[in-house]
């Protein structure tokens, strides 16, 4: 990168008509700009100050996404209940494994636990974090919350725990990274419901996937 980086400077200073820059020169430059810019710095973006739930929920907001605060993960099978009442929906409803335990019976429900096959007019998975800079979740492949679940029901429900919303998205690759376990074979960034403008600019929800993103904000502190 940095041979990349002399060439192409030593051909603009050579356009300009200008000489090269003495070797001393461009060390005490890179020094200065070392230590005027904290690590990591320049990659962030300032994020304005408060709440981040706040700026999340408004980011999701932002992008066609809904949310519901939930005091507890035993309240998401009356929540899935109620989301599907409110729209008049009927049909098949799959829910990741990892959320198997939940009382699901008591809210009416008798859902289908593992991977959707795309007939599933409803899907439930869990988010292994999000981010409040951009809106978006994040959600971890693999046999307790398969891939299909996001990607092939019309409304797509996403369970996320408070404590696991970070402001920035470096914030969680590094909780990836710190994870115990295989790394997963699909990380899955989700913005929002799908979406295309191809069709005369017109915004179309559910080109390329669900068309309703509904996230179950499991927060204690919510009671």
């Keep these: 990168m940095s041979g990349a980086r002399e060439r192409i400077l030593a051909a603009v200073r050579q356009g300009l008509g200008r000489e090269a820059l003495p070797v001393a020169s461009r060390e005490a430059l890179d020094a200065r700009l070392r230590s005027t810019v904290e690590p990591d710095q320049h990659l962030?973006?300032?994020?304005?100050e408060?709440?981040?739930?706040?700026l999340f929920r408004a980011r999701l907001q932002s992008v066609s996404a809904t949310h519901e605060p939930l005091g507890s993960e035993a309240y998401v099978p009356a929540a899935v209940a109620a989301y599907l009442d409110s729209r008049h929906l009927e049909g098949p409803v799959a829910v990741a494994p990892c959320l198997r335990a939940l009382d699901w019976r008591r809210a009416g429900l008798d859902p289908r636990f593992g991977q959707s096959h795309g007939e599933d007019v409803l899907c439930v998975s869990r988010a292994f974090c999000a981010i409040a800079e951009t809106g978006t979740l994040v959600l971890l492949s693999g046999p307790d919350n398969p891939?299909?679940?996001?990607?092939?029901?019309?409304?797509?429900?996403?369970?996320?725990?408070?404590p696991d919303l970070v402001s920035h998205i470096e914030d969680a690759w590094t909780r990836i990274r710190a994870r115990e376990g295989d790394w997963p074979r699909t990380v899955n960034l989700i913005t929002g419901p799908s979406r295309t403008a191809d069709v005369e600019q017109t915004i179309q929800l559910g080109a390329h996937g669900p068309r309703s993103l509904h996230v179950l904000m499991v927060d204690p502190g919510d009671r």
């Excluded at 299909?148 to 408070?162: G, K």
């Design 50 to 54: 408060g709440d981040i739930g706040y």
């Design 147 to 162: 891939t299909t679940l996001n990607f092939l029901p019309d409304h797509h429900l996403v369970v996320l725990h408070a």
């Design 44 to 48: 962030r973006p300032r994020l304005a």
